[in-house]
T-cell receptor, first 116, second 113 residues
Framework: DAGVIQSPRHEVTEMGQEVTLRCKPISGHDYLFWYRQTMMRGLELLIY????????DSGMPEDRFSAKMPNASFSTLKIQPSEPRDSAVYFCASSLGLAGLTDTQYFGPGTRLTVL | GENVEQHPSTLSVQEGDSAVIKCTYS??????FPWYKQELGKRPQLIIDIRSNVGEKKDQRIAVTLNKTAKHFSLHITETQPEDSAVYFC????????????FGKGTMLLVSP
């Protein structure tokens, strides 16, 4: 398996533009997580899905952020409109489960977002 | 919710020395404690984890210890090498239901040749 795949790897955009980040989890993994990483706040969980259903979106900063998972192999994180403070590295991760020995999370390579 | 504190934020050692990174957690129900290594510009990768039914786990030069009474766990790296230089994150979860990982802020380990 190729692991978790994210695109694009780098995104530079101007304030006010819409940004869409994409993720393909490891095949067979039932859980998908979106994280944001900054120097100040570290790794923050934004939202996670179980079997394509959003379970907890309490980490989503505000209404400008939205996430979808239309099928088991694809998820998007959208920011509209984007702001400079959204600049960060966004990671997608997936796992088989949340309990027992299935809970190891595998991270994608991340998308480095810069909002000018 | 869970709160994970990690210390130190930066650690510099000479090659061959040992390095210790410590984390404390707040939720006594947490029972799964993984450690991730993130090299510069790369993704976090799991290097070792421990579950609450054991007090110590070792994998070559890396070991993790857990003290559930005190609610802290530590990562020990022996005979450090320059390629150990990275940011290390600890995390904790209840490993059940809809419990997810809560990460510490990370420790930047610098190993000088």
């Amino acid at each position: 398996d190729a692991g978790v795949i994210q695109s694009p790897r780098h995104e530079v955009t101007e304030m006010g533009q819409e940004v869409t980040l994409r993720c393909k989890p490891i095949s067979g993994h039932d859980y998908l997580f979106w994280y944001r990483q900054t120097m100040m706040r570290g790794l923050e969980l934004l939202i996670y899905f179980n079997n394509n259903v959003p379970i907890d979106d309490s980490g989503m900063p505000e209404d400008r952020f939205s996430a979808k998972m239309p099928n088991a192999s694809f998820s998007t994180l959208k920011i509209q409109p984007s702001e400079p403070r959204d600049s960060a590295v966004y990671f997608c991760a997936s796992s088989l489960g949340l309990a027992g020995l299935t809970d190891t999370q595998y991270f994608g390579p991340g998308t480095r977002l810069t909002v000018l | 919710g869970e709160n994970v504190e990690q210390h130190p934020s930066t650690l510099s050692v000479q090659e061959g020395d040992s390095a210790v990174i410590k984390c404390t957690y707040s939720d006594s129900a947490s029972n799964y404690f993984p450690w991730y290594k993130q090299e510069l510009g790369k993704r976090p990768q799991l290097i070792i984890d421990i579950r609450s039914n054991v007090g110590e786990k070792k994998d070559q030069r890396i070991a993790v210890t857990l003290n559930k009474t005190a609610k802290h766990f530590s990562l020990h790296i022996t005979e450090t090498q320059p390629e150990d230089s990275a940011v290390y994150f600890c995390a904790a979860s209840k490993n059940s239901g809809y419990s997810t990982l809560t990460f510490g802020k990370g420790t930047m380990l610098l190993v000088s040749p």
